[in-house]
């Protein structure tokens, strides 16, 4: 029998079903519309569907599989159009560029709006893949720049850094869950976290092409000027995050 009933705490009855991708587990609810399916735990589905009341319980389990399989397969493909669509949004906004004493992107705002969307895992994935666009030549990093050296160069770390950003967000949200406040404070220490890297690997290829420079000189240079800016950008990710998962019916879903 492929089909194995648990008891859990937080729900009436719970059923795994070996499908194409792997154990999952689903919540089933009982109604006069039918049988609702609810994933649980492979929660990137987010799938829901009825069941007709009238089936009989031996063809249900048939049913359940192969709504099942479809909903992951599509999915699936959703998951792989929103991490393109936010890759790409995020080489848009490192190429917008604010005039003001000292110019900033949107970079770093497209970077949480990604995570906050998408997720931890997605949302990584997206930035994982728009600095593997940046590293191999195409021009997505900022003022149309890209290449390995880029990278390399002094501010090379800060867009490293956006990687630590968004997997540091997924550990707190799979820690913590997706609450607004659980978001918000994610998102200030990935910040904290892409300062932190972006600036020693700073002082450590300055020091290698230029000669030694102090900390505070580096800070002063790289992270004191864009502060306000970034926690600005973050609290526009912050309420922009949680209205585009509802639009997308993407939230809770790591």
Not at 38 to 64: C, M, Q
Not at 70 to 75: A, C, E, P, V
Not at 151 to 163: C, K, Q, R, S
């Amino acid at each position: 029998d492929d089909v194995d009933m648990l008891e859990r705490p937080d729900m009436e009855k719970v059923y795994v079903i070996e499908v194409e991708s792997g154990k999952q587990e689903f919540d089933l609810y009982y109604s006069e519309e039918g049988i609702l399916v609810k994933s649980v735990a492979d929660t990137d589905n987010d799938s829901e569907n009825y069941l007709p009341a009238e089936i009989p319980t031996g063809h249900r389990k048939a049913w359940f599989f192969i709504m099942t399989t479809q909903t992951t397969t599509r999915s699936k493909t959703y998951d792989m159009v929103y991490i393109a669509v936010f890759a790409v949004l995020i080489a848009i906004c490192s190429w917008i560029s604010i005039p003001m004493t000292v110019p900033f992107t949107l970079q770093t705002f497209a970077v949480f709006l990604a995570v906050g969307v998408l997720g931890g895992k997605r949302g990584s994935l997206a930035v994982l893949i728009y600095i593997l666009l940046g590293a191999v030549g195409i021009p997505v990093f900022a003022g149309f720049s890209g290449g390995i050296g880029q990278l390399l160069g002094n501010t090379g770390g800060y867009i490293i850094g956006f990687l630590f950003s968004a997997l540091l967000m997924w550990l707190i949200e799979k820690l913590f869950g997706r609450k607004t406040w659980v978001l918000g404070i994610s998102m200030v220490l990935g910040l904290i976290v892409c300062y932190a890297i972006g600036t020693v690997w700073f002082m450590v290829v300055y020091a290698q092409n230029s000669g030694a420079v102090g900390l505070a000189t580096v800070l002063g240079w790289c992270v004191i000027p864009f502060i306000i800016p970034d926690l600005v950008k973050i609290a526009l990710a912050l309420t922009l995050s949680k209205r585009l998962s509802k639009a997308l019916k993407l939230n809770g879903q790591e």
